[in-house]
Nanobody, 124 residues
Framework: VQLVESGGGSVQAGRSLRLSCAAS????????MGWFRQAPGKEREGVAT???????SVADSVKVRFTISQDNAKNTLYLQMNSLKPEDTAMYYC???????????????????WGQGTQVTVSS
């Protein structure tokens, strides 16, 4: 499985960005896909996940502002980020956990495949 993120950039607070993750080589019928982020000096944290049934979960810290979605025909995962804040500044990673679904999607250790990341910088 290969994952390639795009869509990051530098924006001012209050603006929006949409991240994309193009997946290839996926042979799993059941899976979790997720967006994670890591700011300098901080641990990697989950932002949003979605499974092969389309069940999505979004972290409380971004729940009102971020939306995760997937286009199965394009094998692409998205993260729509609205009303961005400086604290959203981080490297954002796309990841896949094959053979997991539902509540298992929240387990960081389940994700075996990772993209290279895309930087999001939000200025005040």
């Amino acid at each position: 499985v290969q994952l390639v993120e795009s869509g990051g950039g530098s924006v001012q607070a209050g603006r929006s960005l949409r991240l994309s993750c193009a997946a290839s080589g996926n042979t799993y019928r059941t899976y979790c896909m997720g967006w994670f982020r890591q700011a300098p000096g901080k641990e990697r944290e989950g932002v949003a996940t979605i499974d092969s049934d389309g069940i999505a979960s979004v972290a409380d810290s971004v729940k009102v502002r971020f939306t995760i979605s997937q286009d199965n025909a394009k094998n692409t995962l998205y993260l729509q980020m609205n009303s961005l804040k400086p604290e959203d500044t981080a490297m954002y990673y796309c990841a896949e956990a094959g053979n997991y679904y539902g509540s298992w999607c929240s387990r960081l250790w389940a994700y075996k495949y990772w993209g290279q990341g895309t930087q999001v910088t939000v200025s005040s």
